[in-house]
């Protein structure tokens, strides 16, 4: 066995010991194989330096060993830094393909239009005739079972076909003996137990596959594999979102065009009802039901109005225009709102606003109907000479909290974590959609506040609490 390195001529150059080169020989039969080289000096009983004497190992298995194991950590670190397999495909393959003798590689993966596996990467060598290989390779459709690809996904299993040129089931043979391709070994890519897809790899010469090949190929196919299902989950995810913002757009554009169409025709209705009911000369049958009418079409333009808000919340494109306000002024508009339901059903209104810190940064008419959603409930679900009461206070220096409590129905245990939900309703008889607490829960936590309800329980009336910050005084 020869070594392109020449013993004597490194120890006289260094002029010291060379105790281990890694170089390459040459085999009787003209074969290159890595061997290490131990080199030793020889003297005379002078001392003097007379030769060098060498000690040749064979380490091809070993070298084989790290290229294999380089080429895991390189394909590791590709799929890491990618984000499509087209982007980081080639660079894979040619990784792979360097850990041993190969001239062709090529990725292969199942395609529902067509009915079969397709190659959608590919690397080889820098050859005219592997080239012709290749171009075949994209065209072609391979049905379960059939070619190398095809056995691998039938199998599950890795496959080494000795010679493909001489193989019944290879409908490239022709084209692989043009470039002289012959050994054929391909791998299954796994997913959770699940083949997503093929890498076969091509040889000019028979290389006959060993243990350690075929661990490694496990584990690049483990690899790839998820890295196959991640790509294929991100696009489903992508084309779900992009189905979910066209079906938000056509709902936002829908609920536009029926505010419109809806508020049109009511508010007149609510003008003409309102002014009409107020007249002396009515009878009270007729005036009740004016009032009557008023109020129904005043509910149809407020549900219209809850929609849109609730539209707003969820796709976070309700905007709060910030300004100074004083939170009891907020309050006693809002009662105000709610004044003439009070009346007419004989409640009592308690009032004891008695923070001395009650300035707001925030968006006064948004804060409004906060407070008048949490009043209406409050006459809504409290029966005639109830009583309704607010009151305000400040637990700390930065934070004004207001309570809204009735003598009403009460809220049972089980619904009390329920009641800021969208179309969640205490008592699915009263009128109404149940978003007006959903909203009001999104409107306080936009100004960086939170709102919760307590109850004893059914009958025993409910309390809404509600903190939100004051304003600074050097605001």
Not at 222 to 230: A, C, N, P, T, V
Not at 440 to 460: T, Y
Request: glycine share 8%.
């Amino acid at each position: 066995m020869k070594s392109s390195a020449n013993p004597s001529a490194l120890w006289s150059r260094r002029g010291k010991r060379i105790v281990r080169y890694d170089t390459i020989g040459c085999r009787k039969d003209g074969t290159l194989i890595d061997i290490s080289l131990a080199v030793s000096p020889i003297k005379d009983e002078s001392g003097h330096v007379i030769g060098a004497s060498r000690i040749a190992r064979d380490i091809t298995e070993r070298v084989r060993n790290d290229r294999r194991r380089a080429t895991q950590y390189l394909v590791a670190s590709l799929l890491a830094g990618s984000r499509t397999l087209a982007e980081a495909g080639a660079q894979i393959l040619e990784a792979v393909a360097s850990s041993g003798d190969w001239a062709f590689a090529a990725i292969w993966v199942y395609d529902d239009p067509a009915g079969g596996l397709r190659c959608r990467n590919v690397w080889h060598e820098a050859s005219e005739r592997v080239r012709k290989f290749a171009d075949l390779s994209r065209l072609i459709t391979l049905a379960n079972g059939k070619g190398l690809p095809g056995r691998v996904w039938d199998s599950k299993k890795p496959t080494w076909v000795y010679d493909v040129t001489r193989d019944p089931n290879f409908p490239r043979a022709p084209y692989a003996a043009e470039a002289d391709l012959h050994g054929g070994f391909a791998f299954p890519l796994f997913s959770r137990g699940e083949i997503d897809g093929i890498m076969e790899l091509f040889s000019h010469k028979v290389v006959e596959p060993d243990e350690d090949l075929l661990q490694m190929v496990e584990s690049l196919g483990s690899q790839i594999g998820l890295f196959i299902e991640r790509l294929r989950i991100e696009q489903e995810l992508q084309r779900e979102k992009e189905n979910a913002e066209a079906a938000n757009t056509a709902r936002d554009r829908f609920l536009a065009m029926l505010s419109h169409e809806l508020r049109t025709p009511l508010m007149p209705v609510v003008t003409w009802a309102g002014g009409t009911a107020k007249q002396s000369n009515l009878s009270p049958e007729i005036q009740k039901g004016l009032k009557m009418v008023c109020r129904n079409a005043e509910l149809g333009v407020r549900l219209i109005e809850d929609l849109l808000d609730l539209s707003r919340v969820t796709r976070r494109r309700l905007k709060l225009q910030l300004g100074t306000a004083d939170a009891h002024e907020l309050l006693q508009s809002a009662m105000d709102m709610v004044r003439s339901d009070m009346e007419d059903r004989h409640l009592k209104l308690m009032v004891s606003l008695a923070a001395s810190r009650h300035e707001l940064v925030a968006d006064a008419p948004r804060l409004q109907q906060v407070f008048w959603s949490v009043f209406r409930n409050a006459c809504k679900f409290t029966p005639g000479n109830g009583t309704v009461s607010v009151r305000s206070y400040n637990p700390n220096a930065k934070t004004i909290t207001i309570e809204i409590s009735d003598s009403g129905v009460g809220i049972e245990p089980q619904f009390i974590k329920r009641i800021f939900d969208p179309f969640e309703q205490v008592d699915s008889r009263r009128e109404g959609l149940g978003l007006g607490l959903a909203i009001s829960k999104a409107i306080v936590e936009m100004h960086q506040g939170n709102i919760r309800a307590r109850s004893e329980g059914q009958g025993k009336g409910a309390t809404f609490v509600i903190d939100l910050p004051v304003r600074r005084s050097s605001q």
